[in-house]
């Protein structure tokens, strides 16, 4: 039988058992717990374990050395063998040899290799441990970690990488770079070396940035480093001039920024030589103001607009028709300027049309109001301008002012009106005295005649007394007669007095064109003018300034040829221009002037036409038949 006192003793183990149980239960699950978090931190770190039984040749890995090598834990037990066989071919033996010292105890088990997973990736892992030793000192076990560094290690390649590329554009790089810190040279590379006329960088490191900065910009250059240093400002940027090692002066573009150099501020600067810049720099300077003289002395107009018209260039004849500088133009347009709403709308259609068309435009009369009101008249050929993509961005114009020219033409028209009127005056006299005085001096003539017969007829007067008396009565009306007729020939033959007929046309023609800057040339057969009367000479001459000035007053064109020649049964006049033409079937095209001509053609026989065709030139044409000037009287 089983006393009471064992039954409490039997209590109390069991009690003792369920207690140890609950216990050991409680620290299985933190166990695990703590395994978990111990596999999850290692796969994290990319770190496992590893522990090596050295007699039996075990090996007790973690979960994460099986990923890390890429091994299947369920899959094989892992012996050392297994992990040599891992190993990069290049690294077996060296990481054999780790082992083999610190199971010798000469240096700890720490080192870097490479491994060969199955699916042929390559890793690079980092392996320390320690070495157990039983009490003889014999190694009995071996224990540590791995972990994987590959891309750590790729990492450090691509920084170095990065590291060598920089290093090797600040080398190569076409300006000079310095780092300043607490005030001295630290760093500078082979072209800041040349820039500063050294042999080699070490001659210039530990010297005061001073020494390179001219002194007249130390002091600003001292708070351009401080504003840097203390933040006020990120990057700065100026001109500046460097002091050579030979005392020699370099202008330089600094670009500066502030920078930490082995953990403390520092300033890194860049020095570019604009040495050319600066020679480039003045010499534009230099051909922009002989340009601006160039175009200032210029009488014409010459001015540039942009899209909306306002001035982007102009020259001091411009300003001084609007009455204002070259500098107050700039930026302003037409309409700032000239009254006339009419002539500043034209203007500003004509520079539209250019730049829309990216085509040039002629423009033969174009009238502007300058700053004192006074009407001025132009003449102005309008160009596109291309920016660098083939844009049109803004027109070009060169003007001549023609006032005078339009002032010469107009008092020459008038001088023409009066002279026609004259002439007409002239003939009107002549045809009077030729069918009035004249024809009445015929009839008292023939009167006497009649006379002298009846008086013949009459025996008992004293007949040769009488007779005598008449025949000195017509004799002085023949001579009267003879005189009308020869100051009606003089009327009519005013022009050629002085000259023949072909060196009073060459004076007309050159008379005319001397004011005008069409290029007027003269082709005369001498002998043409002998198969040409008087009467003829007055009508061609008159068809021959009718159409010369036809041409030069509204033809527009820049070449004139007036020619007189003799062909087997004519003489042929012509007046030819390169101008604008016109349409001579048109209502409005003839005008008094074509009429008039015509006319005279007819009256002395000639074949008259004219050929024509719009922006074709024109073409006057008088045929003049030799003995014509029998048939036209």
């Not at 540590?144 to 554009?169: A, C, F, H, N, W």
């Not at 002539?343 to 423009?363: A, H």
Request: aromatic share 6%; net charge negative.
């Amino acid at each position: 039988m089983i006393s009471t006192s064992n039954h409490s003793v039997l209590d109390l183990l069991r009690k003792r058992i369920a207690d140890l149980s609950h216990e050991l239960a409680e620290r299985d699950s933190v166990l695990r717990e703590r395994t978990r978090h111990l596999r999850v931190a290692q796969s994290l770190a990319h770190l496992g374990s590893w522990d090596w039984e050295i007699e039996s040749g075990e090996v007790r890995c973690s979960q994460e050395w099986y990923r890390i090598f890429g091994r299947d834990p369920g899959s094989l037990t892992m012996t050392l063998e297994i992990f040599l066989s891992s190993l990069f071919t290049d690294d077996h033996d060296r990481v054999v040899a780790a082992i083999n010292a610190a199971l010798e105890g000469t240096v700890p088990y720490d080192v870097e290799y490479r491994i060969v997973r199955p699916d042929g990736d390559v890793r690079t892992i980092h392996c320390c441990g320690e070495v157990l030793r039983d009490d003889r000192g014999k190694p009995c076990r071996m224990s540590g970690s791995v972990q994987d560094i590959t891309e750590r290690k790729r990492m450090e390649e691509t920084v170095r990488e990065s590291e060598d590329r920089y290093r090797t554009l600040v080398e190569l790089s076409p300006s000079g770079v310095f780092v300043f810190s607490e005030g001295r040279t630290v760093y500078v590379n082979h072209t800041g070396a040349v820039l500063l006329g050294a042999n080699d960088p070490k001659e210039i490191l530990d010297r005061p940035m001073s020494d390179f900065i001219h002194p007249e910009h130390h002091d600003e250059v001292r708070k351009n480093v401080t504003r840097l240093l203390t933040g006020n400002v990120s990057v700065h940027s100026a001109e500046r001039i460097v002091v050579k090692m030979d005392g020699t002066s370099v202008p330089v573009q600094v670009e500066a920024a502030r920078i930490m150099w082995n953990g403390r501020p520092a300033i890194l600067v860049l020095f570019s030589d604009i040495t050319d810049r600066k020679r480039a720099e003045d010499e534009l300077r230099r051909s922009h103001t002989f340009l601006r003289q160039v175009i200032d002395a210029d009488p014409n107009f010459i001015f540039a607009k942009d899209r909306d018209g306002r001035f982007t260039m102009a020259n001091k004849a411009v300003a001084d028709c609007y009455g204002t500088t070259v500098e107050h133009l700039i930026g302003q347009s037409d309409a700032d300027f000239n009254p006339n709403w009419e002539e500043v709308e034209f203007s500003r259609e004509k520079d539209l049309q250019v730049i829309n068309s990216s085509e040039e435009y002629f423009i033969a009369e174009e009238k502007i109001t300058d700053w004192s009101g006074k009407t001025r008249w132009l003449q102005t050929v309008k160009r596109p301008i291309l920016d660098a993509h083939g844009q049109v961005h803004m027109v070009l114009g060169a003007s001549t002012d023609i006032t005078e020219r339009m002032q010469m033409e107009e008092m020459l028209l008038r001088r023409e009106e009066d002279l026609s009127a004259a002439l007409q005056d002239r003939e009107r006299i002549s045809q009077d005295l030729h069918d009035g005085i004249l024809q009445s001096l015929y009839a008292v003539g023939l009167g006497l005649e009649a006379c002298k017969l009846l008086i013949d007829q009459q025996p008992e007067y004293p007949e040769e007394r009488f007779v005598a008396t008449l025949d000195q009565a017509i004799g002085h009306l023949n001579d009267v007669m003879g005189e009308v007729r020869n100051f009606i020939m003089g009327l009519e033959s005013h022009i050629t007095q002085g000259g023949d007929f072909p060196t009073a046309l060459r004076t007309m023609v050159h008379s005319m064109c001397a004011a005008d800057s069409s290029t007027c040339r003269v082709r005369i057969d001498d002998a043409a003018g002998s198969h040409i009367s008087a009467e003829q000479e007055v009508h061609v001459m008159n068809i021959a300034r009718e159409a010369l000035s036809n041409s030069l007053r509204h033809s527009r064109a820049t070449r004139i040829i007036v020619s007189l020649r003799q062909f087997t049964g004519s003489v042929c006049l012509a007046i030819t221009d390169n101008g604008i033409g016109f349409d001579p079937s048109s209502t409005h095209a003839g005008g008094r002037g074509l009429e008039n001509m015509a006319a005279r053609a007819q009256k002395i026989g000639a074949l008259f036409a004219v050929r024509s065709e719009p922006f074709k030139g024109t073409r006057i044409l008088l045929d003049l038949p030799k003995g014509a000037n029998k048939k036209a009287h």
